[in-house]
């Protein structure tokens, strides 16, 4: 399927010029984490998909009835049970198998420290975008590595994750991609691909306590302790550029700011075209039905 999405927008983080360079992506890596707790199950989990493909995947979100822009793992769906929604997620992974779109997981138990998750976010997201068995997918430019979480999640302006980002991917532009450096508050109920790294981190922690990590029936990879922050400088870090806007959120907002590929904003100026305009870019009639009379 052909899309009517834009690519992914991008300023460096702090810029305040009035008309700050904008780098463009091509291909969303969405990072989502599960767990941390004690002594339970963690899992992190990671969701490339290409903007020509983030119909399909909202597509499909939608057709299993996992609520895209509305629902997450942590809210099950409506309509679903917890075991209706495990095995609608395995639908899901099925799906995405013989799709554009990879994902990557890893798992472990108990706690990790910020520099630990910060350096296994990296490590997911580059075995995501290298298609996890080394199968490098054919890139229409360049990633952008979305983490769902605060601008402070990993230290003041994400310093653990920009140092984890520049010893994971130094030299990987020229090997595969560039890869930008973002995250988005509240990610999963803006991006599909968060969405989904949300729903599939949420249910293999769920079958991890029953079967363990060897057990799971997937490619899962055990977190290595010897993961860790290192002493690099950190990269940059970017902010997906604003969506403007004029009256107060609506939960359309979100799904409008992920068709133009910026996020939602909660104090800039809107622009003038309502969600209608933008949602008659779309290929997608599954999608755009959903958009207008669903949201």
């Known amino acids: 399927m052909s899309s009517g999405l834009r690519q992914i927008e991008l ?108 350096a296994t976010a990296c490590i997911v997201a580059s075995k995501a975008l290298t298609g996890g068995s080394g199968t490098i997918p054919n890139y229409q430019g360049p990633a952008a590595l979305v983490h769902d979480g605060g601008v402070r999640m990993y230290g003041s302006r994400q310093e653990h994750l920009r140092r984890a980002a520049t010893r994971q991917f130094n030299g990987f532009g020229d090997r595969v991609t560039p890869v930008y450096l973002t995250q988005l508050q509240d990610g999963d109920r803006v991006y599909p691909e968060l969405t989904a790294a949300d729903y599939i981190a949420g249910y293999i922690r769920s079958q991890l306590p029953e079967v363990g990590i060897e057990g799971i029936g997937y490619d899962l990879q055990r977190i290595d302790d010897s993961w860790n922050v290192s002493d690099d400088p950190p990269c940059t870090l970017y902010s997906l550029r604003s969506r403007d806007r004029r009256q107060s959120q609506q939960r359309y907002d979100r799904a409008a700011a992920w068709i133009e590929g910026r996020r939602p904003s909660t104090d800039d100026v809107w622009g003038s075209q309502p969600l209608q305009s933008l949602a008659n870019r779309l290929q997608s009639d599954v999608v755009r039905e959903y958009l207008l009379n669903e949201l």
């Open 11 to 118: 300023v460096e983080h702090g810029l305040v010029d009035t008309q700050p360079p904008v780098q463009h992506a091509s291909h969303v890596v969405g990072v989502d984490e599960s767990g941390n707790q004690h002594d339970g199950p963690f899992v992190m989990t990671a969701v490339q998909c290409p903007r020509s493909s983030g119909e399909s995947l909202a597509e499909l979100l939608i057709e299993l009835g996992l609520q895209p822009w509305k629902s997450k793992s942590s809210s099950t769906p409506d309509g679903l049970s917890n075991a209706e929604l495990s095995g609608t997620v395995e639908e899901l992974l099925t799906s995405l198998d013989s799709s554009p779109i990879t994902w990557y997981a890893v798992a472990g138990w108990g706690t990790y420290t910020v520099e630990q998750r910060a």
